[in-house]
């Protein structure tokens, strides 16, 4: 399942950004969706996982408030809204697909899932 991240860039403190996660000839619908960043020298964090079957959502604490994880069914596509963004949030991000209805008790794993992206790079900074 060949994922494609889109949507990152350069942004203040405070802005806002929205990533999207696509899939190329396959449907993400089947799919239960995770988000995850890495930055420099750290490990891979989850940040955000949807379920396929009813669209159940889980953030970590890090993001809780500030960042949205939603399906545009129509549009096969995943979406991360992130605002109030910080400089501590500076990483690649990227998407992962997982092949079970829910998102596994343990989503914030980038090894549960089957697929992942190549991310897309998000700098905050003034």
Aim: glycine share 10%; proline share 3%; charged share 20%.
């Amino acid at each position: 399942l060949p994922l494609v991240e889109s949507g990152g860039g350069l942004v203040q403190p405070g802005g806002s950004l929205r990533l999207s996660c696509t899939a190329s000839g396959s449907s993400l619908a089947d799919f239960s969706m995770g988000w995850f960043r890495q930055a420099p020298g750290k490990e891979s964090e989850g940040l955000s996982c949807i379920s396929s079957v009813d669209s159940t959502t889980y953030y970590a604490d890090s993001v809780k408030g500030r960042f949205t994880i939603s399906r545009d069914i129509a549009e096969d596509t995943v979406y991360l809204q992130m605002n109030s963004l910080r400089s501590e949030d500076t990483a690649l991000y990227y998407c992962a697909a997982d092949t079970r209805l829910s998102c596994g008790i343990r989503w914030y794993r980038d090894d549960e899932y089957d697929y992942a992206g190549p991310g897309t790079q998000v700098m905050v900074s003034s």
